[in-house]
């Protein structure tokens, strides 16, 4: 008969683990104890615990950690998060338990939640295409309502009007999560038609142009970024600018210590841990194979490292959408999410590693944009499945001409040129159509789609 396992000795594991809110690896719990057991038989202990659901497990090898269960936990905190009717109006998700367990704690005021250091199994224990943060029901379920017609690649992209809506939409919602006071209106009349609002401070003003940029910068050639240093270097450069005091620290990693506001989480501080997980992130991004765990991934990882020295969130965000461009799915605007909401998802991920609450906002937002942009293309009908599959040509094209100032004779003859060098012969008349037509619709409010500064694009018009 196995021998009775000491019921003490099961408290005194359980009240150990409950001290710290971000859990305890087995040796933490070994350390923290008064009268450890032998390293062999407290792991048969946690594994009892976990059995039983009286601790949880989250991670593996020897990064794993023990937490409380979800219950315990909202039993040790103060009931403050408001009832789920209240959380539900103002622009949250429907909750589960553990999510509303991470909104009690982050309710607590900064003093009374206990510092939190960056944990590398938070990111050494997750496995692509093995480990996942959403469900198989919830990665089906977006795509099914994500899907924009056309075929997904590097070469596809999205519809000119499509593209217009997104570069108001998604400047406006990531700048607002940020705490910018613009409306959707003024942001809309400040991004088509260059005019600020009165009573915002520069710095509102610039934080809706960056995002406006940067945004141009990942839809005008999808095929052209990838998740790798140089798109994400490219994206902090254009959502910081000037907007930094140190205008070196744009585009590149920080090589200063950094603190999340509000937060008692401390990232890490030498450049060499900083520039190593920075790169493992992007790595085991990539390896991920559907696009929206991909961009969940990316939501959750990047700012818990803040490899840069600001904007870290908004990097995040806009990354985040890479995976769904080059898939051709619907963007993730953030439309609906609420500030406050956000704000004590990512306090789960910085402080507690935990990513329920993220991943329910995260679903949440996602089904919102992808309905709104579901009856935008109902509107505009479905993409033109030509143009989806010559879209990288044909921006190259375009920025080709007017980046050399071309005359239309000189710009017929380098597009007959170019479509007979990279298209099948049953397809080269209608490229070479589309693409004249392009050029001659061009105009200030649409150069963007191809990389072209209003400037550039007003110095070929003399010529052509």
Known sequence: MPRRIDANELKAIESAVGKQAAGLTAQQVHEALAAPPPRRTLQYRLKYLVDHRRLRREGSGRWAHYLPPVQAADDSLDD????????????????????????????????????????????ESYSPNETYCLSPAERAGLRDIGRLGG???????????????????????????????????????????????????????????????AIEFLVAGPGLTDIDRSTLFGLHALLTANLLGNSGAAGRLRKTTARVAGSTFRPPASC?????????????????????????????????????????????????????????????????????????AMLGVYELRRRQLLAEVFVHGYRHSASHYAAVRHMLGEPDPFRLKHGRVLREM???????????????????????????????????????????????????LYGIEPDELADWLEVW
Not at 315 to 341: G, M, W
Not at 398 to 426: C, L, N, P, T, Y
């Open 80 to 123: 403050t998060a408001p009832p789920q009717n209240e959380i539900r109006a103002v622009g949250g998700p429907p909750e589960s338990a553990a999510a509303r367990g991470i909104r009690r704690y982050a309710a607590l005021p900064l003093e009374q939640r206990r510092p939190a250091g960056y944990h590398p199994g938070f990111l």
């Open 151 to 213: 075929t997904s690649g590097s070469e596809s992209g999205y519809p000119a009007d499509l593209t217009a809506k997104l570069l108001v939409d998604l400047s406006w919602n990531s700048s607002r999560l940020e705490g910018n006071r613009y409306s959707l209106l003024e942001a809309g009349l400040l991004i088509t038609r260059g005019e600020a609002a009165p009573g915002r401070d520069l710095g509102e003003t610039q934080m809706i142009l960056n995002h406006k940029a």
């Open 272 to 344: 060499g841990q900083i520039e190593e997980y920075f790169d493992r992130v992007l790595a085991t991004a990539r390896a991920i194979e559907d696009p929206f765990e991909q961009s969940f991934f990316l939501l959750t990882q990047l700012p818990y490292w803040q490899p840069f020295d600001h904007a870290n969130r908004r990097v995040a965000r806009l990354a985040a959408n890479i995976p769904l461009i080059r898939s051709n799915l619907s963007p993730l605007t953030f439309e609906k999410v609420s500030r406050d909401v956000y704000d004590q």
């Open 398 to 448: 375009i920025r080709e001409v007017v980046g050399a100032g071309m005359s239309r004779k000189k710009a017929a003859a380098h597009i007959r040129d170019r479509v007979e060098q990279q298209v099948d012969a049953a397809e080269r008349t209608q490229l070479r159509d589309l693409s004249e037509r392009e050029l001659l619709s061009l105009h200030p409010g649409n150069c963007a």
